[in-house]
């Protein structure tokens, strides 16, 4: 049984920090312009973390990040953003590819980076030192991973000198709860964030019949239902994407009240 959390602050490994529940991706947007008002109205709502990555229109989302902390100030978001994996086959090309990120964002720092998935061409404990220079260098806050296996982590966690892996980001959604198993477990156990991406399945939550029906109980939308769920487990930040207003506000009324333990249940034979 995995334990139950009230909690719409979610700490961000064992770093003593803690972001909103839910955060906001930054995939494919479509159209920047309007999605700067969606984004500043999940920032005015609570949503105070985003994640982006170098390979999102090839950089594209990591400019419009960094549009959006002009406007709202740096201290106001947590921003994760993930290099791709081949970054990390050296310290140097690691750093440089950091660098070029940061430029892009517009910050000294970020506040986390992590590997988009890992190399094949390079070791796990080689990316994960180079990964490591990251923080040591001063170029983000924090270091995390993304698409590890629970081999992977504990490979990448202990060639790791000084710093840990605060989060690992993962596919999370109320229809696939693979991490269930045991990488959640896991996380709770030694103090790991899950990042839970594509948590609405693009929309196929909508589709559920029996989310559908727990919304309706429940005066809430499966859209709202289907992040609940992923947010009362310990550990787990939900990370949808959302450019428009509306879905951003539908997003953020998934925050201040939880499902009750048999509607939990409910939702596990989906
Ligand atoms: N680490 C990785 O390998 C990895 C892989 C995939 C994704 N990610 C991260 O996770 C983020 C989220 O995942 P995702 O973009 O794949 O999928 P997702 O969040 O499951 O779905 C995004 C889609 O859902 C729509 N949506 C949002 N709110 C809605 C609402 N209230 N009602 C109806 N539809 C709504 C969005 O529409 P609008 O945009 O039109 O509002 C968008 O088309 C990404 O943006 C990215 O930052 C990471």
Same mark, same amino acid.
């Given at each position: ?205 909508? @589709?559920?019949?029996? $989310? !559908? &029906? =727990? /919304?309706?109980?429940? %005066? ?6 289907? *992040?609940?769920? #992923? ?12 450019? @428009?207003?509306?879905? $951003? !506000? &539908? =997003? /953020?009324?998934?925050? %201040? ?6 509607? *939990?249940?409910? #939702?596990?034979?989906?």
């Amino acid at each position: 049984m995995i334990p139950l959390d009230p909690s719409d602050r979610k700490p961000v490994g064992r770093t003593g920090e803690f972001v909103s529940a839910i955060g906001l991706g930054t995939w494919a947007i479509r159209d920047y312009r309007k999605a700067l008002q969606a984004y500043l109205e999940a920032v005015r709502l609570g949503l105070d973390n985003i994640d982006t990555a170098e390979m999102y229109d090839n950089g594209g989302a990591e400019r419009f990040v960094g549009e959006l902390v002009r406007v709202v100030g740096r201290t106001s978001i947590f921003i994760t953003t993930k290099l791709l994996p081949q970054r990390f086959r050296s310290r140097e090309s690691t750093v440089k590819a950091a660098r070029l990120s940061l430029e892009r964002l517009g910050v000294r720092e970020a506040d986390l980076i992590l590997i988009h998935w890992p190399d094949d061409l390079a070791s796990i404990e080689e990316q994960a030192r180079n990964l490591e220079a990251l923080a040591e260098e001063g170029l983000s806050r924090y270091i995390g991973v993304s698409n590890f296996t629970l081999e992977e982590l504990e490979r990448a966690r202990s060639s790791l000198k000084k710093h840990d892996i605060a989060v690992n980001q993962v596919k999370y959604s109320i229809l696939d709860r693979t991490v269930e198993k045991e990488m959640l477990p896991y996380a709770i156990r030694e103090g790991i964030t899950i990042q839970a991406y594509t948590p609405l399945e693009r929309g196929e939550v909508l @589709k559920a019949g029996k $989310v !559908r &029906e =727990i /919304a309706s109980k429940y %005066g809430k939308t499966p859209i709202q239902i289907a *992040l609940n769920y #992923l947010i009362s487990r310990p550990r787990v930040v939900a990370i949808p994407k959302a450019e @428009k207003v509306e879905h $951003v !506000r &539908e =997003i /953020a009324g998934a925050l %201040g009240w939880r499902l009750r333990e048999e509607d *939990l249940e409910a #939702l596990l034979e989906l």
